[in-house]
């Protein structure tokens, strides 16, 4: 299958501060790639879809200005949580949709955010 | 709207035996793919499987089928001769419509593989 690589995988932040969490598809181009957040013991809930080269679109209910999303080359997308609260804490997981057809998208390993 | 259904919260499966995670799923559209993914503890997400509703063939990859019931709405899927490292979160989930790429989340089951 497909390698999404997702970095970092764990990061503790100070209230306040800003954090960018990075999705890279190694061996794949990826026009779209997803960021989804899960709460322990629950399922994946999908934050925003990622298309390079234009603006991505968030789902209802997700604030923009606080989760910015950049997909500056078709291997890479960001996800920026700025001015990070102990509300934001969470498990983050990007996906990169590999071909059209099968629409199979591959995720990476999660990044956990732990702001105190 | 979409929807998929996992009804087994959780699951104990002796090693060595074969086991069926339920899936059912709710759409109006005539186009949709349907997939199921691991969730280790580690969390990462490792896609198993996929079905489009127009395959005529139930979906294989290895261990892994896909037990495919289009008229009943259900995507079950199996998995043969259970190991250890198939202990994990198993979530269904489901695309759509074509050209449609959010993937839809069942709640997930959880495998417990008992030595």
């Known amino acids: 299958g497909a390698v999404v690589s997702q970095h970092p995988s764990r990061v503790i932040c100070k209230s306040g501060t800003s954090v960018k969490i990075e999705c890279r598809s190694l061996?794949?181009?990826?026009?779209?790639m997803f960021w989804y957040r899960q709460f322990p013991k629950k399922s994946l809930m999908l934050m925003a879809t990622s298309n390079e080269g234009s603006k991505a679109t968030y789902e209802q209910g997700v604030e923009k200005d606080k989760f910015l999303i950049n997909h500056a080359s078709l291997t890479l997308s960001t996800l920026t949580v700025t001015s990070a609260h102990p509300e934001d804490s969470s498990f983050y997981i990007c996906?990169?949709?590999?071909?059209?057809?099968?629409?199979?998208?591959?995720f990476g390993a999660g990044t956990r955010l732990s702001v105190l | 709207a979409q929807k998929i259904t996992q009804t087994q919260p959780g699951m104990f499966v002796q090693e060595k035996e074969a086991v069926t995670l339920d899936c059912t799923y709710d759409t109006s559209d005539q186009s949709y793919g349907l997939f199921w993914y691991k969730q280790p503890s580690s969390g990462e997400m490792i896609f198993l499987i996929y079905?489009?509703?127009?395959?005529?063939q139930n979906a294989t990859e290895g261990r892994y089928s896909l037990n495919f019931q289009k008229a009943r709405k259900s995507a079950n899927l199996v998995i043969s001769a259970s190991q250890l490292g198939d202990s994990a979160m198993y979530f269904c989930?489901?695309?759509?419509?074509?050209?449609?790429?959010?993937?839809?989340f069942g709640t997930g089951t959880r495998l417990t593989i008992i030595p």
């Open positions: 061996d794949f181009q990826a026009t779209t």
């Open positions: 996906s990169a949709r590999q071909t059209i057809s099968r629409n199979i998208q591959y």
């Open positions: 989930a489901m695309i759509p419509g074509f050209g449609n790429e959010k993937l839809t």
């Open positions: 079905q489009g509703s127009y395959d005529e």
